[in-house]
């Protein structure tokens, strides 16, 4: 129905008014029928499994790493005082000035696009565990340790749960990260995933292919996002009592 | 009869370094029997919650030592469990969870930490809420999972920091009752740290009352009633009374500190007031 509507818009913009160029702009149908077909051919699946494959393998590999530095971060003072401004430095830079770096050392093949993925979600996930922890009610750090909490204990009763809210915002953030780091190193690298169909989607000038993938990529990070970093966010925040 | 407990001794405590150090406590000493129950009163500022947490290990004197049993504390350990003002608990655990914890750091099984827990909760009368979530519940109930939370951990005294100062006034008169009826049946020590003479007045076996910067022990009252105590009660008043009039030049201290220097407390208008002259026909 929405996209008739949408159709219609389309054709009276394309070729009653002729305001709109169909070269430029994709009719809502065509591009319709292009994800069916796509789907059809099987082509889309092994690209969004190949896509979610390395999106996967990345971004474990910098939660696993960016954690470890965070606590690292905020258990030696000396780290925190002379990384973190290039930390934050990094963490704005974009993930595609990370592609020609990770070319050259891992030349043009999985590991690039993976190491992509993991630098640019890394740099979030690090200042999150960090700030996080910093922001840690000292109350409950105080109530823990007259209750006989230490070391290992005191972090795993009590500062990683009270810093999660904050660590999971980060985590969030680190995919979306993670998300673009995909993309941009599919476009440049890869034979196969949904940056290399966009990709040859311009090389073709096929508008419709852009927009298909675009559109899938769209409602494959919206539902990532809301089924899964939705409910976790959902079942903590109703633990505390924040909704 | 002298069974000393828990010793403070020249403690004194001052924040900042060099010549403009302020003295927050200056050579505090106190003795505490086993199974006493010990009110802290003062003005605002007058390092009463400094002490508490130093005696708690959660801060450090600059000299003096606490002395729990016989041997010097140092660190916050579950030998002296404290309640504090804000509730203190983990919002991201069960009611019952919270009251388990100190046990749990301590390794006691599963079961027997359930067990435990429940009977801690039975004394706060909060059994039916054993699993809802710190924010389901009011200030007082907070505050009485922190009570039993405290007492899980079956420390040797228990420091408890205005515990009820943020509570509405008939909640808190409720849990002082509570905090009564708790004590005299697990006959625990405590130190008791509050701003409210009658609450002090009502729970303790002793009150001391602090004056202000520096902070020292201005005097000590025995409270010799018999109990539940009632804040409305004439005896209470008598000492709620006597206690004032100790404080009320250290208030004073206080106010002149915060106000301009022609702030003065208004003299007693009662007798001055023609309307209210009730000796006269006599």
Known sequence: MLIAILELVYKINTEIIKIWNANIIPSPISVFILIIRLFETKMLIYAILSSMRRLVIGYLISVVIGSIIGFLMIHFKYIEENFSSLILGLQTLPNLAWVPFSILWFGYNESTIIFVIAIGSIFSIILAVDSGIKNVNPIYLKAAKTMGAKGYKLYSNVIIPAALPNIIAGLKEGWSFAWRGLISGEMLVSATGLGQILSKGKDASNISQVVAVMLIILSLGLVIDKFVFGRIEKSIRCRWGLM | ?282
């Not at chain 2, 405590?190 to 020292?216: C, K, Q, W, Y």
């Open chain 2, 1 to 282: 009869m002298f069974n000393l407990f828990l010793i403070i001794q020249n403690i004194s405590k001052s924040f900042g370094f060099n010549s403009k150090a302020n003295l927050v406590l200056d050579n505090v000493n106190l003795l505490i029997d086993k199974g006493e129950f010990v009110c802290l009163v003062g003005p605002s500022g007058c390092g009463k919650s400094t002490l508490l947490n130093i005696i708690a290990g959660l801060e450090s004197a600059s000299c003096g030592r606490i002395i729990l049993n016989g041997s010097a504390v140092r660190d916050a350990g579950i030998d002296r469990a404290v309640v504090f003002q804000e509730s203190a608990l983990f919002p991201w655990l069960t009611v019952i969870d919270n009251v388990e914890f100190g046990m749990k750091m301590a390794g006691i099984k599963k079961e027997e930490r359930k067990r435990r827990a429940m009977e801690y909760l039975k004394m706060v009368h909060l059994t039916k809420f054993k699993d809802s979530y710190i924010h389901q519940l009011s200030g007082g109930m907070r505050q009485r999972v922190a009570l039993a939370r405290a007492l899980a951990i079956d420390s040797q005294v228990l420091l408890m920091d205005e515990p009820f100062s943020a509570l509405d006034s008939q909640t808190r008169g409720i849990l002082q009752l509570e905090l009564q009826r708790i004590w005299m049946e697990t006959k625990k020590t405590i130190v008791f740290v509050t701003h409210n003479i009658e609450e002090a007045v009502v729970l303790a076996d002793r009150v001391v009352v602090m004056s202000t910067n520096p902070g020292r022990v201005k005097k000590e009252f025995k409270i010799e009633l018999s109990r539940p105590r009632k804040p409305e009660s004439p005896d209470v008043n008598y000492y709620v009374r006597k206690i004032m009039d100790e404080l009320r030049e250290e208030v004073e201290k206080v106010a002149k500190a915060e106000y301009d220097g022609d702030w003065s407390v208004e003299k007693d208008l009662f007798l001055s007031n023609v309307d209210s002259n009730i000796g006269i026909g006599l």
